[in-house]
């Protein structure tokens, strides 16, 4: 007898329009942002996802699953928003789950507070986001929230070679291709996401402030590669640069609002936006 379905986890396409990467597409153009948007809550697919993106998100559907209430069930009932069994996407990324399984016991982590934890939920928590952040409605989900104790941080040691101490984390996934250049650096100081997810935990669980955050790579080698970065709790100089970023957002949405703005339609990548290719972007 198969298994009953189990529900599709995390999101594939679309996102919040208050979250991280609207506001951030909104920087480079606020139509676009607002055509995003308008077509996540209408739950358009979005036609412009590549093969690794997919990966990456049904790899995000699989850890979620992995660290999440319903880890006790098979992973071969869940299901994939567009996809199916024997899809190279969704081959791909179980490859990369099933390497990851073999390395990391579930418990291997720390004690799981949340997976896929969404802020600031039902929390009160505005004028904290607002003094925090810069910005209000704000949200974001983080991919995982774990505990870890002394002992479990000394383990980490040689399950992942980190120097992790006892506390609070926030956890974001991240599959790629090839590691860069400087990586941990990257992820350590010059990430918006990594300092914005921290801040907004802390505004949201003010008795409960983390640690730091890690991030969780996987890379898409023939042997499977992995890496954690420690990124440490956000300073008062990076605390002000999120608060600047999303501050000066508010203030230009109140004038700009769905401003197109024409020198972003040409990425350079060789890319076009999907908007213009379509004429789906009329006031250009
Ligand atoms: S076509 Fe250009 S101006 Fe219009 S939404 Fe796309 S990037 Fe913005």
């Known amino acids: 007898m198969t ?28 139509r676009k942002a607002v055509l995003d948007a308008e077509a996540a809550e209408a739950k358009v697919a979005n036609s412009a996802t590549n093969s690794a993106t997919n990966v990456g998100s049904i790899a995000h559907a699989y850890l979620e699953h992995y660290y999440g209430p319903t880890h006790g069930e098979s992973s071969h009932a869940l299901q994939f928003s567009g996809h199916v069994a024997g899809d ?3 081959s791909e990324a179980e490859r990369l789950f099933r390497a990851y399984r073999k390395k990391f016991p579930r418990d291997e982590l720390g004690l799981v507070l949340g997976v896929e934890v969404e802020l600031p939920g039902e929390l009160p928590a505005k004028e904290r986001i607002l ?18 104790d002394a002992k479990q941080a ?6 992942r070679d980190s120097d992790i101490e006892p506390g609070i984390y926030v956890i974001d996934h991240k599959t790629a291709g090839r590691r860069m250049k400087n990586e941990p650096e990257k992820w350590m100081h010059h990430k918006l996401q990594m300092k914005t997810i921290q801040l907004m935990w802390n505004a949201c669980n003010p008795d409960r402030p983390c640690k730091g955050a890690l991030v969780n790579l996987i890379y898409r080698r023939k042997e499977v590669g992995f890496e954690t ?28 609002y769905d401003w197109p703005n024409f020198l972003a339609c040409y ?3 060789g890319t076009v936006c999907r908007y213009y290719e379509t004429a789906q972007c009329r006031r250009l």
């Open 267 to 269: 990425s350079s990548y």
């Open 131 to 148: 003094n925090s952040i810069g910005i209000y409605p704000f949200t974001c989900k983080i991919d995982l929230v774990t505990e870890i």
């Open 3 to 30: 298994n009953p379905a189990l529900p599709i986890l995390h999101t594939i396409g679309g996102g919040s329009a208050h979250g991280l990467h609207h506001y951030m597409g909104w920087a480079q153009c606020p």
């Open 154 to 159: 000394a383990h980490l040691k040689t399950t």
């Open 229 to 256: 970065v420690v990124v440490p709790p956000v300073d008062s100089l990076a605390a002000r640069q999120v608060q600047v970023f999303f501050s000066g957002i508010a203030e230009l949405q109140r004038t700009l």
């Open 88 to 90: 190279p996407d969704v």
